[in-house]
């Protein structure tokens, strides 16, 4: 069960990757969840013969990945590119293993962030400079493959047909990027929406509508384990940057880079409106810290 692919959008995105029983090892989640299981997802997108990956899995899991990419292409398909929102292991660790079976030539990545050049500093450019290209050009090219630049504006088209929106969420610890498909409605929202864990191994998908309360509390949760620094932050910008992006967008998956993928509009809409509520909660905590440290300057 483990192994099988799933299809998400008939002939166009399905479900690929392998799953983990969560133990102490696992650190993003906290101790009820022990014993239950984690996918780690990638998703093929097509459109016609053109194919492109989503995420590249976990080098572990390369046998079963290899599998199901053979078990979906089809004879004739040009499979040669991959998209990743973010340059860590559970995105990019196993380009090399699909390099070699594939014949991958390209891979659309963000900038990523270059310790070399990362110091302190009011300045716009010396903080852009800290996010270059080539930084993850030469970690591409360690891996075999060329690097296309995702950012903000430069659309990934396949078969000709723009499909996927880069977009620089501001709700990130490192460099990431969402990627917003409007043909199949679903946003590759790399590590937020990655929560929801299964009972057992082949539950990859969840439709459940849990109350307002329920999502709020899950969604403080998620944040807490990741992204700390939320409790400390001004998060006005941030919200409002997000409920802008999720105005605008018809978005009916919600397909992160592990856990269980989210399907219907319904399911969605409560998500994205609990992370919203989720973070304005933490920024009226937060008020008080801000306005005392306002003050002590």
């Given amino acids: 069960?483990?192994?099988q692919t799933f299809e998400l959008v008939q002939d166009?995105?399905?479900l690929l990757g392998g799953v983990e029983q969560i133990d102490e090892r696992i650190s993003w989640y906290p101790a009820e969840d022990r014993g239950k299981f984690v996918a780690y997802n990638s998703y093929l997108l097509r459109s016609g013969s053109d194919c492109l990956l989503v995420e590249s899995g976990a080098a572990d899991h390369h046998p079963t990945i290899r599998e199901q990419l053979r078990s979906r292409l089809r004879e004739g398909d040009l499979f040669k590119r991959i998209?990743?929102?973010r340059n860590e292991p559970e995105c990019v660790c196993n380009i090399?293993?699909?390099?070699?079976?594939f014949g991958i030539e390209a891979v659309h990545s963000a900038r990523q962030m270059s310790a070399l050049q990362f110091f302190p500093s009011d300045s716009v450019e010396s903080r852009s400079e800290s996010f270059d290209r080539r930084s993850t050009e030469l970690l591409m090219l360690e891996f075999g493959v060329h690097c296309i630049a995702a950012d903000e504006g430069e659309c990934i088209s396949?078969?000709?047909q723009v499909r996927l929106e880069p977009f620089k969420?501001?709700?990130r610890v490192l460099p990431s990027l969402w990627l917003h498909d409007a043909y199949t409605r679903?946003?590759?929202?790399?590590d937020i929406f990655c929560a929801s864990v299964s009972e057992r191994p082949e539950i990859r998908t969840n439709s459940d509508v849990l109350s307002k309360d329920e999502m709020i509390a899950l969604m403080l949760r998620e944040l807490a384990m990741k992204f700390e620094w939320l409790s400390r932050g001004r998060l006005s910008g941030i919200i409002e940057t997000l409920e802008d992006y999720f105005a605008k967008r018809d978005i009916e998956i919600l397909a992160p880079t592990r856990g269980q993928v989210i399907l219907g509009a319904e399911a969605v809409d409560a998500r994205l409106r609990a992370l919203i509520e989720a973070m304005k909660m933490l920024d009226a905590r937060n008020l008080p810290l801000q306005a005392s440290f306002a003050l002590s300057r």
């Fill in 1 to 3: 069960m483990r192994d």
């Fill in 12 to 14: 166009q995105l399905f």
């Fill in 83 to 85: 998209a990743v929102t």
């Fill in 96 to 101: 090399p293993n699909l390099v070699k079976d």
């Fill in 158 to 160: 396949i078969n000709g």
């Fill in 169 to 171: 969420t501001p709700l």
């Fill in 186 to 190: 679903t946003l590759f929202c790399s």
